[in-house]
């Protein structure tokens, strides 16, 4: 499962922005919270998500978080499985990649900024990728980056793996990607694909 968020504004401000903003061993979002909320706009991400069932193409915030600085660390966790039990995926369409995304708690209620099973393409990775995880922790994770954006832009959060590589290996990964990318939602499965996990991969950026 991502982990917590709330550290972001100081990450914000380096050159190079690790999966997330987070630090490394921050503590993970909390999956079972019951706390009545408040009721919040709609984020980027949300505002994306109710357009279409077809095609939709938009750009968003990248991030990544890998095996070693997940929750808990060293492993595979997700809080919501639809293709597979624990984080993984090669990328091609038959086998995207876990990637995760903001979400809000309102009356006990979880909300995600795009409903599990969403499929994306991330151009820029040449890889496929579906909704099984969220980013963002305490009892206001709609207060979180993840949620609100980057920029008015929707903030996507990808699962680099890292499991068979050293963890700086999976570090180097998630600052290679973090940046600014063309997304499309509901994509046709036919886009070029580099097939492999991302940080065993040598994540490549193209």
Same mark, same amino acid.
């Given at each position: 499962?991502?982990?917590?968020?709330?550290?972001? !504004?100081?990450a914000l401000a380096a050159a190079f922005t690790i999966s997330a903003c987070a630090p490394v061993g921050d503590p993970g979002p909390t999956r079972g919270d019951t706390t009545d909320m408040t009721s919040a706009p709609l984020s980027?991400?949300? *505002?994306? &998500? !109710?357009?279409?069932?077809? $095609?939709?193409?938009?750009?968003?915030?990248?991030?990544?978080?890998?095996?070693?600085d997940n929750t808990p660390?060293?492993?595979? &966790?997700?809080?919501?499985?639809?293709?597979?039990?624990s984080a993984g995926g090669t990328g091609?369409?038959?086998?995207?990649?876990?990637?995760?995304?903001?979400? *809000?708690?309102?009356?006990?209620?979880?909300?995600?900024?795009?409903?599990?099973?969403?499929?994306?393409?991330?151009?820029?990775?040449r890889k496929y990728a579906i909704v099984e995880d969220v980013c963002g922790d305490g009892p206001r994770p709609q207060d979180g980056p993840c949620h609100t954006g980057r920029d008015g832009r929707p903030w996507l959060d990808i699962y680099v793996d890292g499991s068979k590589s050293p963890r700086a290996a999976s570090e180097e990964c998630m600052r290679r990607l973090t940046r600014f990318h063309e997304i499309i939602q509901n994509p !046709?499965?036919?886009?070029?694909?580099? !097939?492999? &996990?991302?940080? $065993?991969?040598?994540?490549?950026?193209?």
């Open positions: 499962m991502r982990r917590n968020l709330l550290t972001c !504004a100081a980027p991400a949300a *505002r994306v &998500a !109710a357009r279409s069932d077809e $095609e939709v193409r938009f750009t968003a915030y990248l991030t990544g978080y890998s095996y070693w660390p060293g492993s595979a &966790a997700i809080a919501h499985p639809v293709l597979r039990k091609t369409w038959e086998d995207p990649v876990t990637i995760a995304v903001g979400h *809000r708690l309102e009356q006990g209620r979880q909300s995600m900024d795009f409903p599990k099973g969403t499929r994306f393409y991330l151009s820029g990775l !046709a499965p036919d886009y070029p694909t580099v !097939a492999g &996990a991302l940080t $065993e991969t040598g994540c490549r950026v193209f």
